[in-house]
């Protein structure tokens, strides 16, 4: 829908976002009858998949488990064909989705939202777009994604560069040609891991400037397995609920045992094998990853290992071995062909970890005196994840005050879902919840669905308002730092700590008490009466 043939200025709810979380919720506030309306600030539908379309961008979730679980129709008429799926896949499966559920009559494109204001004595949000458009709605469910607020760093001189600038969050729709360029990239987190090999293929000169290696597993992706798919369209409703069962909502291998409790023949056939199947489930070698230090550094040392035999000269497979970090307490990245790009006579490592990038000058990145010419600069730089997007909202509260203004100290909010102060707003995937821990898609569907039956509790019930309670808020905040102390995640400069973003709270912004745990806790609020909320009835109910 064009901005300006918006037909109504009040909604009952309005959802912003159009990724995975939005588009769901959009549908379920339809089933529920309300008037529903979502913004979104891209010019098309899919959220990170929609950005993210740099060469080499990959979900690193089994295929057949990185989808919807909302339809069956939906589950079985769609054929994934890799065992990771490419961005370009899921783009188009998110705009299938969109078509065939009729979604984009209520979607308006290309309108960033960028103000919004609780009207106490409506007991109304009103919103408003970076085009001066204002709506208004009863409830207000932020979609905007925990990893959509692109970042590039504060470095001299970087307005004055004369080369093309790419950051992978914001990668141009049309195809970008590298080659004969001599092209810089800086970030060696997973979106640079993946676009690093493939920038290789084309450029004629690769500097990666990095500041501190990551630890990656390869992918070894290929077409999918047809016996897998099969065997997954045949049994999808027992294999979802087994994978909503586990603290990552994916269907793993967790291992089961101490790297401490196996000898070393034992552990280093474990990790072999896991090695050889590749993905993320690496890292659940162990029952202790994520929590004992000497498991962790067993595994570390593991994928070291690997990486000293893949890489050629000694000195940069040294420059490349992670170190800093225990493994997996940044995300772990999965790669196709990452550490061999570094045999390439064309690619060249460039070590910012005692020196950064100076400055830019017009054709160069300056590093520790030595001019590195350039015609092309990408940034992998990440983004201001989690609670980024929702302090750009620049939503005001019944108290005055935006979540930029009251989280000062860190985010706060009750399960992740709600926030003290901001009446009849849901954040789907909000800081505090499981979210980027997790297959983002479970958590978004659990959340989504939460929303959706609470509405319907109060339009059976006539409420017309919801507000988290302060102790319970204050109880939950509280808790997420608690879990998280436990573990090594904590340890680690990390963008869950918010230690990417100069002058961003240090505190861990997703809940890691794990995804079943999680669930059960919001399924046990709602059984005791939507425990820690407060619902409120005002003249006219919210309708049917
Ligand atoms: P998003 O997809 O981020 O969508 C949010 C939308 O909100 C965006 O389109 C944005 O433009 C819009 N928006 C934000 N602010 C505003 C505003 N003010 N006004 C209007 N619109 C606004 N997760 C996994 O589980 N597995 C993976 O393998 C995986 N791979 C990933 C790879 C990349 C490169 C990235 C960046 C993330 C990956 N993720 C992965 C996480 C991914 O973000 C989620 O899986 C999921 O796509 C999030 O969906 P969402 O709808 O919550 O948010
Ligand atoms: P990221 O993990 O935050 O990595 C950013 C990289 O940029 C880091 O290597 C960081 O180095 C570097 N960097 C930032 N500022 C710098 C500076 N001033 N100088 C030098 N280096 C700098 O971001 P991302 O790679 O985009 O990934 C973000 C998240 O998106 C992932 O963790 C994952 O959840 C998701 N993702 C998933 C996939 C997938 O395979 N499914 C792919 C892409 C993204 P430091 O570590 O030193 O800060």
Redesign the pocket.
């Given at each position: 829908m064009n901005p300006s043939q918006l037909n109504s200025k009040h909604y009952d709810a309005v959802v912003i976002g159009a990724g995975f979380a939005g588009l769901y919720m959009l549908h379920r506030l339809r089933l529920l009858g309300l008037r529903s309306h979502l913004f979104e600030a891209g010019d098309g539908v899919g959220g990170t998949w929609y950005w993210?379309c740099y060469p080499g961008?990959?979900?690193?979730?089994d295929s057949m488990q990185y989808s919807y679980s909302w339809s069956p129709e939906l589950q079985k008429e769609w054929q994934w064909t890799e065992r990771y799926p490419a961005q370009a896949e899921i783009l188009r499966y998110i705009n299938h989705v969109a078509d065939r559920f009729e979604l984009r009559r209520d979607i308006t494109l290309s309108t960033r939202v960028t103000a919004g204001q609780w009207q106490a004595e409506q007991e109304r949000w009103l919103v408003r777009t970076e085009q001066g458009q204002e709506v208004s709605a009863q409830f207000l469910i932020t979609a905007t994604g925990c990893?959509s607020e692109s970042r590039l760093?504060?470095?001299e001189g970087l307005d004055r560069f004369k080369g093309q600038v790419y950051h992978?969050?914001r990668w141009p729709k049309a195809p970008v040609d590298f080659s004969g360029l001599r092209v810089g990239v800086?970030?060696?987190?997973?979106?640079?891991?993946?676009v690093i090999p493939q920038l290789a293929k084309q450029a004629k000169q690769l500097y990666v400037?990095?500041?501190?290696p990551?630890f990656s597993v390869p992918a070894w992706n290929g077409p999918i397995d047809p016996n897998h798919q099969k065997d997954w369209l045949d049994n999808y409703p027992k294999y979802r609920a087994m994978a909503r069962n586990t603290r990552s909502a994916i269907m793993y291998d967790y291992g089961k045992q101490s790297a401490l409790d196996m000898s070393e023949q034992e552990r280093a056939e474990e990790m072999e094998r896991r090695w050889q199947k590749g993905g993320t489930n690496f890292a659940h070698s162990f029952n202790d990853t994520f929590t004992n230090r000497q498991s962790n550094e067993l595994l570390s040392e593991f994928v070291r290992g690997k990486i000293r035999k893949m890489v050629n000269d000694p000195t940069v497979a040294e420059d490349l071995l992670p170190r800093d970090h225990a493994i997996g307490t940044?995300?772990i990245?999965?790669d196709t062909g990452y550490y061999p790009t570094y045999n390439l006579p064309h690619v060249k490592l460039v070590n910012?970890r005692q020196t950064?990038?100076e400055r830019f000058d017009e054709g160069a990145a300056i590093v520790n005196g030595q001019r590195h010419e350039l015609d092309a600069m990408v940034?992998?730089?990440?983004?201001d994840?989690v609670t980024g997007a929702l302090e750009r909202l620049n939503i005001v509260g019944e108290h005055g005050k935006t979540f930029k203004q009251l989280w000062k100290a860190g985010p706060t909010s009750y399960l992740g879902l709600m926030t003290v102060g901001f009446p009849n707003l849901f954040t789907i995937t909000g800081p505090g919840s499981p979210s980027?821990l997790t297959n983002v898609i479970v958590s978004i569907e659990q959340h989504v669905e939460w929303i959706a039956n609470c509405l319907t509790f109060m339009q059976k019930h006539s409420h017309t308002r919801i507000d988290a309670q302060q102790i319970a808020q204050d109880r939950w905040v509280k808790h997420v730092q608690e879990v998280a102390s436990g573990t090594l995640f904590v340890t680690a400069?990390?963008?869950y700590m918010g230690?990417?973003i100069p002058g961003k709270p240090r505190v861990f912004l997703p809940y890691i008490g794990g995804f079943s745990t999680y669930a059960a806790m919001c399924e046990d609020v709602v059984q005791k009466g939507y425990e820690g909320f407060d619902f409120s009835r005002k003249s006219q109910a919210l309708s049917p």
């Open positions: 993210n961008a990959r979900c690193d979730v990893l760093p504060d470095i992978t969050g800086m970030g060696t987190g997973s979106s640079g891991i993946q400037f990095q500041r501190t990551n940044k995300r990245c999965v910012l950064p990038i940034f992998a730089t990440g983004f994840a980027i400069n990390s963008w230690a990417n």
